[in-house]
């Protein structure tokens, strides 16, 4: 199982941006991937998808803030999360949907 490892959280405030990256060990070049979130008490909720034919998929909450991409090169996929709100903050989870497998996650907190 290819390992992922998530990076670029951080703590911001309403309004600004922050640009996960997931990095993987290995090829993702044929994996559908996707960026998950879970906030203190609640569910792990899907963010954004992106299949290997660039194909995009996103939560509404987040459609025209957030925007996922890959650089099957770079074997790492990127959330690019623009008009943060404080609803955001959670911790961030690269997921691969194609064979499973998730990193350890990255938390954005984002103030008022």
């Known amino acids: 199982q290819v390992q992922l490892v998530e990076s670029g959280g951080g703590s911001v405030q309403a309004g600004g941006s922050l640009r996960l990256s997931c990095a993987a060990s290995?090829?993702?070049?044929?994996?559908?991937m996707g960026w998950y979130r879970q906030a203190p008490g609640k569910q792990r909720e899907l963010v954004a998808v992106?299949?290997?034919?660039?194909?995009?998929n996103y939560a509404d909450s987040v459609k025209g803030r957030f925007t996922i991409s890959r650089d099957n090169a770079k074997n790492t996929v990127y959330l690019q999360m623009n008009s943060l709100i404080p609803v955001d903050t959670a911790a961030y989870y690269c997921?691969?949907?194609?064979?499973?497998?998730w990193g350890q996650g990255t938390q954005v907190t984002v103030s008022s």
């Open positions: 290995g090829s993702i070049r044929i994996k559908a």
């Open positions: 992106i299949t290997p034919g660039l194909s995009t």
């Open positions: 997921h691969d949907l194609t064979f499973g497998g």
